[in-house]
């Protein structure tokens, strides 16, 4: 037998830069951020509801590089493209901006500047990566979950064949520019969906931050800008924290701990056919499993209080009907979630649950009547259960 065998290591940078106005006429930041010895293209590309909500917005963008080139230019005026879950569900948008880099000749050492949700942001990072083997992505996320969690990770990812994020590669940004002024048009639904994967974080990795967001729940009910900066900061925080200190940052193992709550999250978000946002989905998924870690005598029941209160507290409805859907055999539907989310990564499956509040424990076995339990204590808890507007 030959073998030949090297080690590769790579390090990347991975930077979040928090700012406001960032295509404000002289704010140098992007300019900075984008600078290269050799004259550099880019292509914007700007999630539609964002555009109409900020009409200035791509006029802005468009004079905010002008003086920039030939160092950096605009191949075109930015891309508006849409945004939402729905643009996960089909690769035409992938398509759509691979014909775009295609046709304005971008090469690795261009830029995919991306400015939306983070569906958007999802799908414009996989064509980011994907075309030539990866441009170089900035990602300006538009909304609170993007800003705190999903827009300054490394993945992307679309959805295919009925489950969330089957595609998508590791690619960590060039750099993510959290512009706290673009959150000002988001509507109250979509603010709230971001706080919870704050509390999703401090739940699993930091009391204290915990308990910091009880004290601010009535501020951060009321979008109180300065709290919401500040959640948005920590969590983000939290979440380099673990990629770059966790030891398994493109996730080979069978663990992924920053995914408390989202087995049943991801299920809930298909079976209602994305009726239900992701934030909305991973707040009922925490709940559940808070119930079960208790049920399991894992988690002190006033710990487990102190979390569906605090959930309950910023707006989210613990309950959804789609918990207790079932198929002719009368098998509850949420189950699948557990395997479909251990074929995600392969391997044994390991859901992280708690011990205590700020610390998560990982189990590799969740009793399926012990679930449909604590399903049944939340609709008890949700008596007046009214589905969301659709909108
Ligand atoms: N890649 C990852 O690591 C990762 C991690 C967690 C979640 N995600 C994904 O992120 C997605 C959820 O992202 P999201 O919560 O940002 O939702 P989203 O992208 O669907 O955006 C929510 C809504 O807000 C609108 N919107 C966005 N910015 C706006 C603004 N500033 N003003 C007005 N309207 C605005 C959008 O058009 C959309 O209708 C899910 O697909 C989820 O799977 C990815
Ligand atoms: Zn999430």
Redesign the pocket.
Known sequence: MLLLQRSIQVTWPLRVFFTEDVFAAGHPLLREVLTDPAPRQLLVVL?D??AL?QPQLAEMVVAYFAPCAPALRLCRPPLLVA???AV?NSQSIVNDLLAHIHRHQLDRHSYLVAI?????L?VAGFAAATAHRGLRHVRLP??T??QA??GV?V???LNAFGQ??FIGTFAPPFAVINDFN??R???PR?QR??FVEAVKVACIRDAAFFAELEATADRLGAFEPATVRRLIHRCAELHLDHIATGGDPFETGSARPLDFGHWAAHKLEQLSRFRI???EAVAIGIALDVLYARRIGWLAAPAADRILRLLERLGFTLFAPELLQDDATGHHQILDGLEEFRQHLGGELTVTLLRAIGQGAETHAMDPALVLAAVAELQQRTPAYEPPDRD
């Open positions: 999630e509801t964002l909500a945004g939402g879950e996960k939306g949700g983070g569906a958007l999802d538009s909304t979950l993007s969690d999903s990770g993945k992307n990812g969330k994020n673009l959150l048009t988001l509507p979509e969906a971001g946002r992701h934030g």
